[in-house]
């Protein structure tokens, strides 16, 4: 990325790349970085394309530029200073991190609640821990990277069931009998899809066969459910579900940090094993601040919640009323199949030029032939901004022929 870089010989290995990204530009799949120049807010500056609408981010309650998150932050860091420095069990805990903990098991249900970096961080640093050799992982086709990459990190038997088929589920339930522990591995929302996993079918069949329940909610806290608490509210299921991974990067402040929440055992042997924990530093005190902040404002808030749906509702009748027709759902993400990688990546281009920010998703992000526009809806967005937004899909819509 630097100029420096840039001016050196190319050796046969970098060369070998440039191929390679030559090829993927050729085919109009190559991604870009877009620098943005202000807050991340329901609008944004952006580098070389002034201001824009964001339908991108995963600041599903608008809560990354809030006041009270910011200054929660802002204290954090004079009290605590810039980093932890170490890794948890070394000399990388700090009060906030206890008191962020106690508040997210107490949104989800559980006994206890361990932070980590990010969610990938705790989702490639649970399934290694808990399950060995004896045991077996059944996980949803359409599972995170992250949770794909946990799975394959751990020594267990694995097996994928068909993306929410409660029959497949249940064949691969009766084929691991006999592991020591099985593992249901889902996504409470699915982050490509929008879709929402049948939670209360897989407790009946995690019940009938003896399996415990690993959830990432990644896109369905702060989302779901009336006061944001997410795919187990919806269902009204709370409790029920042994072990939920969550995320501080999208709803809860946006800023970066992952969790797991399960029971009070689990969050015990995961301090002794899990390697993310033992090994790479602490999450930074004022983040847990500032996250601590989102979740007591989202629990006092449940009008922020009730906001974005209404939003959700606007945007989704907006489009269909067009001509488009986005996938069905009740979560925040509003994906729009288009087909071709680069037909996507062109057609965000243009909604750019309109002011409105969305990424077009291609291959290998989710199947060839199936590239999309993701809409991601948020609580900070006036109906004003969401017509805005309509009236630029129209006008690229029609433009581009998909409407
Ligand atoms: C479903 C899901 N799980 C996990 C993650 C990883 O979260 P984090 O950004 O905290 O690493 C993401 C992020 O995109 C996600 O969508």
């Known amino acids: 990325m630097t100029a420096a870089l840039a001016t050196t010989p190319a050796t046969p290995f970098a060369a070998q790349l440039e191929a390679e990204i030559a090829a993927l530009k050729q085919a109009g799949t190559f991604k870009t970085l877009r620098y943005i120049q202000t807050p991340m807010d329901a609008e944004v500056d952006m580098e070389g394309s002034g201001h824009a609408l964001v339908l991108s981010a995963n600041n599903y309650l608008g809560l990354a530029n809030h006041p009270e998150v910011i200054e929660a932050g802002r204290e954090a860091l004079t009290k605590y200073g810039a980093g932890t420095a170490s890794v948890r069990f070394i000399c990388g805990t700090f009060t906030p991190h206890r008191a962020l903990e106690e508040a997210l098991a107490k949104l989800h249900f559980t006994q206890s609640a361990l932070s980590y970096v990010s969610c990938w961080s705790a989702n490639t640093g649970l399934m290694p821990s808990i399950a060995g050799s004896e045991d077996a992982l059944i996980s949803d086709a359409l599972n995170h990277a992250s949770l794909i990459d946990g799975c394959r990190m751990s020594k267990a038997k694995r097996a994928v069931y068909k993306h929410a088929d409660m029959t497949d589920l249940e064949a691969k339930l009766k084929e691991a009998q006999g592991a020591r522990r099985i593992f249901i591995i889902t996504d409470g929302v699915f982050s490509m899809e929008g879709s929402i996993a049948p939670l209360p079918d897989i407790i009946t069949l995690a019940k009938k066969y003896g399996a415990a329940i690993i959830m990432d909610d990644c896109h369905g806290v702060g989302v779901l459910g009336k006061h944001g608490r997410g795919t187990a509210e919806y269902f009204g299921v709370e409790g029920q579900v042994d072990i939920i991974t969550g995320t501080l990067g999208k ?133 004003a901004q969401i017509d805005r937004a309509l009236v630029a899909f129209e006008k690229v819509g029609k433009k581009l022929g998909v409407i």
């Open 251 to 383: 709803a809860l402040g946006g800023a970066a940090g992952g969790y797991i929440a399960g029971p009070k055992a689990l969050i015990d042997y995961l301090n002794q094993v899990s390697r993310p924990q033992l090994f790479s530093n602490a999450l930074p005190a004022t983040i847990a601040a500032s996250a601590l902040k989102a979740v007591e404002i989202m629990n006092r808030e449940p009008e922020r919640v009730a906001r974005l749906h209404a939003g959700v509702k606007r945007m989704r009748e907006g489009l269909k009323k067009l001509g488009f027709k986005p996938l069905e759902g009740d979560s925040a993400i509003v994906p729009i199949i288009v087909g071709e990688t680069s037909f996507a990546i062109a057609m965000s281009k243009e909604l750019l030029n309109e002011g409105v920010f969305i990424t077009g998703f291609g291959f290998p992000v989710v199947p060839e032939g199936t590239a999309r526009l993701r809409i991601q809806m948020n609580a900070a967005l006036t109906d």
